[in-house]
């Protein structure tokens, strides 16, 4: 579907550390570089998976002569296989994994100095807003949380203390469309970094640094992971020196994910391509049954072609992804009794695994925001989120339907 080759040879590295990080660069589509990417099979016994280095510290030939790692937060060769194969899906030369998504934005963020201003959305993850507002804020830096999809309200938030503008698009959980060039050339305008959080297109449906944004950051533990069983993160760059900012970063906080984390997400990641697909298909044909039946207000998702998003994610997204949300013509109550009816579609936070969830944002993934700023951008209590899974798309829509049915008794 998707005709993505690899922008170009980066093995430039000059340090033995740079040619392990950047070693083996699949070539081809996105598809192939998915499962090839960052893995070469082990030279030693032919394995084609790469093994989990499960080791703490490296044997040096003498004092400070090391083969390329000294010691397992600073590096190890199956973080780095996996940080190659990021680094490649998005388009980028240089990949850093964490150990949550969290930890990732907490690097960026790490990137600031007090005193600097930052530019967010206003619908974005709870957690996003969450770190913005109750610790980075007590590190004096400050936070304008704005509807970016309205570039005027973006342009008018710009302080001449901007550093960085936070953008999400597809936005957790409205399913807002913000365009990533005017973004990040506002950002740049104004002297400051752009970071786009990609976790919910993937670099299958979307690749921010191909429309100028600086870092892209990732939670390892919704697509790319896929499989429901395991928490990481991960920021990808094209600069050079971003990247050595962020690596010294990523090594002093030392939030950094074990290798086995790093081989579960690498066992992911060769799937992505199929998985998307599939995850697309089923979460189109829900939107569009879910906009025709009479129980549902409003639905949000990004391929319909009355979200006033749909231009712009044709021509930025390669399709419009697994997740959606919509409205149910009723309380707080009712959404949490429909969200609690469903059985295929299992109750719980998180999204992205070939398993399908549902939640209500109001209460479970964004309660950390106070209610009135979550209903002034839009986020209502009655507002129920889904994370199309891969499973059989009549059987998650009967599952909508009794759910729908059971709560309008
Ligand atoms: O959970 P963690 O791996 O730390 O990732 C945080 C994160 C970052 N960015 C986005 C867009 C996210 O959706 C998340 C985590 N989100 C959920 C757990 C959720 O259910 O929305």
């Given at each position: 579907m998707t005709d993505h080759t690899t922008p170009d040879d980066r093995q430039d590295g000059t340090e033995q550390t740079d040619d392990r990080r950047h070693g083996h660069h699949a070539t081809g589509r996105i598809e192939t570089r998915a499962i090839h990417a960052g893995q070469p099979?082990?030279?030693?016994?032919?394995?084609v998976m790469p093994p989990i280095y499960a080791t703490s510290t490296y044997v040096q030939?003498?004092?400070?002569?090391?083969?390329?790692?000294?010691y397992s937060r600073t590096g190890n060769p199956t973080r780095t296989a996996l940080e190659a194969n990021l680094a490649a899906l998005e388009g980028g030369a240089h990949g850093r994994a964490f150990a949550s998504g969290m930890a990732a934005i907490n690097t960026v963020l790490n990137l600031l100095e007090a005193g600097d201003h930052v530019i967010a959305g206003d619908d974005v993850y709870g957690g996003t807003y969450r770190i913005f507002r109750e610790v980075y804020e007590d590190y004096d830096l400050s936070f304008s949380f704005v509807d970016t999809t309205d570039l005027g309200a973006v342009e008018a938030a710009v302080r001449p203390e901007t550093a960085l503008v936070w953008v999400e698009t597809?936005?957790?959980?409205?399913?807002r469309i913000n365009d990533i060039a005017a973004l990040a050339e506002l950002a740049h305008k104004a002297g400051a970094l752009c970071a786009v959080d990609n976790t919910f297109a993937t670099p299958y449906l979307q690749r921010p640094l191909e429309h100028g944004a600086d870092i892209v950051s990732h939670s390892l533990t919704k697509y790319l992971g896929g499989h429901s069983d395991v928490v990481g993160g991960a920021l990808v760059t094209d600069d050079a020196d971003l990247d050595e900012r962020l690596g010294f970063y990523q090594n002093s906080v030392g939030a950094t994910p074990d290798p086995f984390a790093c081989f579960l997400v690498l066992r992911g990641t060769k799937t992505l391509p199929v998985r998307m697909d599939r995850h697309c298909e089923n979460a189109q044909t829900l939107a569009e049954r879910l906009a025709e039946h009479p129980a549902v207000d409003q639905v949000y998702y990004p391929g319909l072609s009355s979200h006033p998003g749909h231009e712009l994610a044709a021509e930025q997204m390669d399709a419009f992804g697994g997740m959606l949300s919509f409205e149910l013509a009723g309380t707080l109550e009712e959404a949490s009794e429909f969200v609690a009816a469903t059985e295929v579609f299992a109750l719980a936070e998180s999204l992205g695994g070939v398993e399908s969830l549902i939640e209500q944002p109001a209460t479970m993934?964004?309660?950390?925001?106070?209610r009135e700023e979550r209903l002034a951008a839009g986020l209502t209590d009655g507002l129920v989120r889904a994370s199309v899974g891969t499973e059989h798309v009549e059987d998650l829509w009967a599952d909508i339907e009794q759910a729908l049915a059971a709560t309008l008794d």
């Amino acid at each position: 579907m998707t005709d993505h080759t690899t922008p170009d040879d980066r093995q430039d590295g000059t340090e033995q550390t740079d040619d392990r990080r950047h070693g083996h660069h699949a070539t081809g589509r996105i598809e192939t570089r998915a499962i090839h990417a960052g893995q070469p099979p082990d030279e030693q016994t032919g394995a084609v998976m790469p093994p989990i280095y499960a080791t703490s510290t490296y044997v040096q030939d003498a004092p400070g002569q090391d083969r390329g790692y000294e010691y397992s937060r600073t590096g190890n060769p199956t973080r780095t296989a996996l940080e190659a194969n990021l680094a490649a899906l998005e388009g980028g030369a240089h990949g850093r994994a964490f150990a949550s998504g969290m930890a990732a934005i907490n690097t960026v963020l790490n990137l600031l100095e007090a005193g600097d201003h930052v530019i967010a959305g206003d619908d974005v993850y709870g957690g996003t807003y969450r770190i913005f507002r109750e610790v980075y804020e007590d590190y004096d830096l400050s936070f304008s949380f704005v509807d970016t999809t309205d570039l005027g309200a973006v342009e008018a938030a710009v302080r001449p203390e901007t550093a960085l503008v936070w953008v999400e698009t597809p936005t957790n959980p409205l399913m807002r469309i913000n365009d990533i060039a005017a973004l990040a050339e506002l950002a740049h305008k104004a002297g400051a970094l752009c970071a786009v959080d990609n976790t919910f297109a993937t670099p299958y449906l979307q690749r921010p640094l191909e429309h100028g944004a600086d870092i892209v950051s990732h939670s390892l533990t919704k697509y790319l992971g896929g499989h429901s069983d395991v928490v990481g993160g991960a920021l990808v760059t094209d600069d050079a020196d971003l990247d050595e900012r962020l690596g010294f970063y990523q090594n002093s906080v030392g939030a950094t994910p074990d290798p086995f984390a790093c081989f579960l997400v690498l066992r992911g990641t060769k799937t992505l391509p199929v998985r998307m697909d599939r995850h697309c298909e089923n979460a189109q044909t829900l939107a569009e049954r879910l906009a025709e039946h009479p129980a549902v207000d409003q639905v949000y998702y990004p391929g319909l072609s009355s979200h006033p998003g749909h231009e712009l994610a044709a021509e930025q997204m390669d399709a419009f992804g697994g997740m959606l949300s919509f409205e149910l013509a009723g309380t707080l109550e009712e959404a949490s009794e429909f969200v609690a009816a469903t059985e295929v579609f299992a109750l719980a936070e998180s999204l992205g695994g070939v398993e399908s969830l549902i939640e209500q944002p109001a209460t479970m993934t964004h309660a950390s925001i106070p209610r009135e700023e979550r209903l002034a951008a839009g986020l209502t209590d009655g507002l129920v989120r889904a994370s199309v899974g891969t499973e059989h798309v009549e059987d998650l829509w009967a599952d909508i339907e009794q759910a729908l049915a059971a709560t309008l008794d």
